[in-house]
C-alpha cells in the first residue's frame, strides 16, 4: 500500500537538498509518498506518482513527528500540591523526588503502565512520534528494572538512569550506591535499554561518580547521555563530550569552555524550556549555543515534579518566546535536533528513506506552533504513514 | 430532562458558600444537578438527587467554564510573517494592524464568518463557555457593523470597537474620525452591540478623545469597557474608574494612583498575559492589584498580531509562571473574574442559579491547569448543561 500526504501550505522536510534550502529543507505545494512506512518520494504535488490512497492536508503545513528525546514517563502519583505551594514562593515540607519514588515503588506494573500509556497518548496526540523514557524512579534494581521494562513497551528508546538520586535507604553511602548501579543494577538493566543516564550535579552524582557510572553502562553496550549543568556550572557536559555521549540535556549554567566543547562535538546540547518554566528559573541560552554552532535539541523533560507537560508544542512556543530561538530553529531542534540527541537517522526529518512519522497542523504554517501557543494544533499524526 | 455531573475528584463552584469556604467553593466528591439548562443542586454526592442522565467525571476536576472577556475574532488572514520577525528581532517592514484591516475589508461575510466559527470552537474545546467579541478591523461603517453582525451570531458579548486605530485614510485627520465613530459608526453598530470600547494608548486616542467616544456609546445604551495603559502610562485607568466601566483591559503599566482607583472601584483590571507573551514584553503586575484588592480577570486578547491565542489554559498557565498568581487566583480570574468584566452574574461560577456552563478536565485538580502547561487538558465542555 502506497499513501501520498499531500499539501497546499507547505512541507517541512528537514533535509536541506530539498525545497527551499533552508535547514527546515521547505516545500511548498508538496506531495510526499510513503511506502512499507517509508518515506519513498518528496516533490511538487503536481510530479507526484500515483498511490493506493491519498491524505489531503489541504493549506495545513505538514511536518516531521515531534522527537522527545528526554523524558521520565514511568513514575505514579503526582506533585500538584508541590507544584502550586512553589508557585506561590511557599516552602513545601514534602518529600520532593522522594515522593515519587515510594508512589512508584508501591505501584503495580499495570498501574505504570496504564499511567505511561496516558502520557504517551497524550505526546503522540500533540505530534511526538519518537519519545525517549527513562528509568529513575525505582533506584533499586527491582524497580528499575521494572520501570525499563514498561518503558520497553512503548518505545525503543529507554534509558537507565539508576543514577537519578541516590534514595534515602543509601543515605551517606553515596559511593555503595554508585556500586550497585554500576555493578548488579547496570547488568539487570542492561537487557531492557539502549542508554544510560546519570544526575552529575550537586546533590545528585558528582563528576567522579557520573564518568564510574556512564564507564560501567558503555563498558556492557550501554550508550551514554547525561543530565548536565542544570542547576549549577559544573562538570557534565565536559564529561559528555570527553565520553562522546549522544547529549548533554539541561545545559543551563555553561562557561565559554562549556559551549567551545559541545560546538566541537557531536555531543547534543539539548534544553529543556518546560523545567524552567514549570520551576520559574533562568532559561539556558540557546542563542550562545546556536551561535557558536553546537547542535541544539528541544525536549520536555516530562516528570511529575519540574516539568509535567507533554508538549513538544508548548516547548517550541517557550523556546521561541524565552530562549529567543527562531520558530525554525525551535522546530528543527525539536524534530532533527531531538534524532540527533538519540543517533536516529531514520526519524526527525522527511527525507527519502526516513520513517514516515509526520503531523499535519491546523495551520497554514509550522510558525503557528509558537505563533498561537497553547493552542491544540495538530490535527492528524502518522506513525510509519499510519494514521494515529 | 435533569442532568447530574458526578466527580470523585474536585469540583470549583466559585461560590464561597459551598464546600471548602474558599474563594473557589471547592467541593470533592461532589455532585451537581442541572436543570432547564441551570445549576438546581451542588453537594456531597451521596446526597445527590435522582435525575433523567448522569455524567460521571470520575476523577476528573470539575471547573466552571471560562469566560473569554476580551478577543478580536472578527477577522481575516494571519501575521505569522510579522510574528516571526518580532522574535527574531527583526525590523518588520509590513502594515502591522493594516494588513488585517485590508483583509478583513476585503473578506466576504462568509470568509469572516468561517475563520470566527474555527476560533470559536477552538476556544470552546479549551473550555471557554462565554466569550466577548469586539469589532475593530472594520473601520468603516460598513465593515465595523459587518463585523459586529458577525460577532453577533457568536455571542451575546459583542464589543464596538470602531475606536481600535484612526483608519490610514484619516491619517492627520483623527478628530474627524472620531467624530465618525461617536456619530454615524456608533448608530450603526448599536444594534449589534452590547459594549463600547475604545484603544486609549499614545498612537491611538488619547484621554480626552476616548472619554468623548465612551461617553457617546453610553449616551446611546452601549456599556463602556477599555483598553488602558497597555504599552505606556496613560490616562485610560483613570477613565475607566471615571465612568464606572466593566473593566480596564491590559493594565501593564499602572501608577499607585492607578492601583488605588481600581481596588476602590467595581472596574475590573483584566489582565491579558498572552500578549505579553506575544510580544515579549514586560507582564502585568498581578500581584500589586490583588493585593491592593482589586478584582483581577484573565482573557485570552485572541488577536492575529499581538496574541494569537484562544486558550485560556494557557493564559492561566502563563499568569501563573509570570505574572506570580497562584494557580486558585489564576482559575478565578479566568472565570469569575471574567464574569465580572462583563457584569454576567450568571456565568463563571457553578452555585445554585447559574447557567450549567462547565468542564470536565483529564486532570484530578484544576491545579493541573498551571502544572501541566500546554497540554490539552479539556475533556468535555457543557453549555447549559448540553455536552458540545
Known sequence: MSLLVRSIGELVTNDPSLGDGSALGLVRDAALVVEDGRVAWVGDASHAPATDRVIDAE?????????????????????????????????????GIGTTVAATRAASDGELRANLARLRDEALHQGTTTIEIKSGYGL??????????????????????????????????????????CGEMMKSALPHARWVDVFCERGAFDGDQARAILLAGMGVGLLPRIHANQLTHGPGVQLAVELDAASADHCTHLSDADVDS???????????????????????????????????????????????TTSMPFCVAVAVREMRMTPAEALWAATAGGARALRRPDVGHLGVGAVADLSVLDAASFVHLAYRPGVPLVRTVLLSGEPQ
Open 262 to 308: 559541545l560546538a566541537g562535538s557531536t555531543t547534543v546540547a539539548t534544553l529543556l524550556p518546560g523545567a524552567e518554566f514549570s520551576t520559574r528559573s533562568p532559561y539556558p541560552d540557546a542563542r550562545r549555543l546556536l551561535e557558536a554552532g553546537a547542535t541544539v535539541a528541544l525536549a520536555s523533560d516530562c516528570n511529575p515534579g519540574s516539568s509535567y
Open 59 to 95: 493549506d495545513g503545513a505538514v511536518i516531521p513527528g515531534f522527537v522527545d528525546s528526554h523524558t521520565h514517563l514511568v513514575f505514579a502519583g503526582d506533585r500538584a500540591g508541590e507544584f502550586a505551594a512553589r508557585m506561590a514562593g511557599e516552602p513545601y515540607t514534602g518529600g
Open 140 to 181: 533499586s534494581t527491582a524497580d528499575e528494572v521494572r520501570s525499563l521494562r514498561v518503558a520497553r513497551e512503548f518505545t525503543a528508546e529507554t534509558t537507565f538512569l539508576g543514577a537519578h538520586v541516590v534514595p534515602a535507604e543509601f543515605e551517606g553511602r553515596d559511593d555503595d550506591y554508585v556500586s550497585l548501579v
